[in-house]
């Protein structure tokens, strides 16, 4: 399958899961997640309903696979994915209890400014150096997350199985997607990237969406 063909199956599966899990969502009941702020004593400042969140993520995903067969190009790439790790690990953190705004604008920022140093990995001469301080970056919020899904259980309690299998399912496509991005540098071949990316992102959006109207 060429590179362009596995944009336009993409571009079609998330757009179609878009529209049927929209459909889906208007005669379910939504899933809240709240967002606290200390300066307010606790007190929600927000909340963010899963099942829409996983909605408008499959939306953007499908938008830019349709950008990319159309117009083709590495930043677009490194934009989506980007944008698509940042909002799984913020989604993620809010199943696995962390509420307070600080430290979820913190995880998703450590998550998307990661991507950058794997950019320059991709196009400088820098050697190893880019990869691995992006991945002593892009690791410390899954390690915030550990932390939420340990806790719990040393408290007395645990995280529920559907919070924990999607956990553990986006922390392995997570670190698929760095595993193939290395590969590509080392062997060279931009269009292992190209693809990588594409499929892992499709799954990945897919699955964390799927989860959270059957699961959740």
């Known amino acids: 399958m060429t590179t362009r063909r596995l944009h336009v199956l993409a571009e079609v599966v998330l757009g179609a899961q878009a529209v049927a899990l929209a459909l889906l969502n208007a005669t379910t009941e939504p899933i809240r997640m709240p967002v606290t702020a200390g ?15 996983t909605v408008v993520l499959l939306g953007f995903s499908a938008l830019c696979s349709a950008v990319a067969v159309r117009w083709p190009s590495r930043q677009l790439r490194w ?3 980007s944008q698509v790790s940042a909002i799984i690990v913020f989604l ?19 998550t998307a400014g990661a991507s ?15 990869f691995v301080f992006g991945a002593a970056v892009g690791i410390v919020p899954w390690g915030v997350i550990a932390l939420y899904q340990v806790g719990p259980i040393i408290a007395g309690g645990e995280p529920t199985a559907a919070v924990r299998v999607i956990t553990l399912a986006m922390l392995v496509l ?21 693809r990588g990316h594409t499929v892992i992102v499709l799954f990945g959006v897919s699955l964390l969406a799927s989860a959270t109207f059957l699961f959740v």
């Open 39 to 53: 300066f307010l004593g606790g007190d929600t400042l927000a909340s963010v309903d899963l099942r829409v969140a």
């Open 79 to 81: 934009i989506e994915w």
């Open 92 to 110: 993620v953190a809010q199943l696995n209890g962390v509420q307070d705004v600080a430290a979820l604008v913190a995880l998703y920022a450590l």
């Open 116 to 130: 950058l140093f794997l950019v320059s990995h991709e196009t400088s001469k820098e050697g190893t150096w880019p």
């Open 174 to 194: 997570a670190a698929a997607y760095w595993f193939v991005m290395r590969r590509a540098r080392v062997l060279e071949r931009p269009i292992l990237a190209e």
